[in-house]
């Protein structure tokens, strides 16, 4: 099992460029996320998808878009790259919480995108 | 939103001393995670511990939880050089139908040979 990966490891980005970052993950997860990491700021969450075709806003969706076409893949769009997007990014898949068999909601990380935007 | 907070933000120790890290969180949880983050590196679940447990062992790490006080300790016994790393506790937001985790902003750890 290769578990999260992200392509590609590093970008680099003039303003204005546009760019699309894949998490693929194989263990059939049904929820998956992109997270920004910041130097004194912890994880943000961007965007997430709870299952195939559906997605939904994080805490700092502007700026990106996400799409989930397959069940194990979940990509991250910058239409029109910011010097504010210059982060660390990070996708992970969960599984859903279940109370009833005791499932839980632990995330599994990807290697991480570290994109600079000039 | 829930927002777990890590206590200290940093920490330095040597090689085979323990250390404690701390958590605070702000509403109602039904579990609290900590994850290691090596540097570079994505982050790696260390432990769950639920909210009807006190205390939990793996290996040489030990959690805690006081629900009445909203919050959490991470403890590293005997640690290692290769314990250096961030440390972040993340908790649930089932705001929705969704999980969600809240992380901390983390507390790094450096242990010196």
């Known amino acids: 099992n290769a578990g999260v990966t992200q392509t590609p490891k590093f970008r680099v980005l003039k303003t204005g460029q546009s760019m699309t970052l894949l998490c693929a993950q194989d263990?059939?997860?049904?929820?998956m996320y992109w997270y920004r990491q910041d130097p004194g700021m912890g994880l943000r969450l961007i965007h997430y998808?709870?299952?195939?075709?559906?997605?939904a806003k994080g805490e700092v969706p502007d700026g990106y878009n996400v799409s989930r076409l397959k069940k194990q893949n979940f990509l991250l769009g910058l239409e029109s790259a910011a010097p504010s997007q210059t982060s660390v990014y990070f996708c992970a898949s969960s599984s859903p919480f279940s109370r009833t068999s005791g499932r839980t909601d632990t995330q599994y990380f990807g290697p991480g995108t570290r994109l600079t935007v000039l | 939103s829930q927002q777990g907070e890590e206590d200290p933000q940093a920490l330095s120790i040597q090689e085979g001393e323990n250390a404690t890290m701390n958590c605070s969180y702000k509403?109602?949880?039904?579990?609290l995670q900590w994850y290691r983050q090596n540097s570079g590196r994505g982050l790696v679940h260390l432990i769950l511990i639920r909210s009807n447990e006190r205390e939990k062992h793996s290996g040489r790490l030990r959690v805690t939880l006081d629900t009445s006080k909203k919050s959490s300790s991470l403890l590293i016994t005997a640690s290692r050089a290769a314990d250096t790393a961030s440390y972040f506790c993340?908790?649930?937001?089932?705001?929705?139908?969704?999980?969600?985790?809240?992380f901390g902003t983390g507390t790094l750890l450096a242990v010196q040979p």
């Open positions: 993340a908790t649930p937001n089932y705001g929705g139908a969704t999980n969600k985790l809240i």
């Open positions: 263990m059939n997860h049904e929820y």
């Open positions: 998808s709870v299952g195939e075709g559906t997605t």
């Open positions: 509403t109602s949880i039904n579990n």
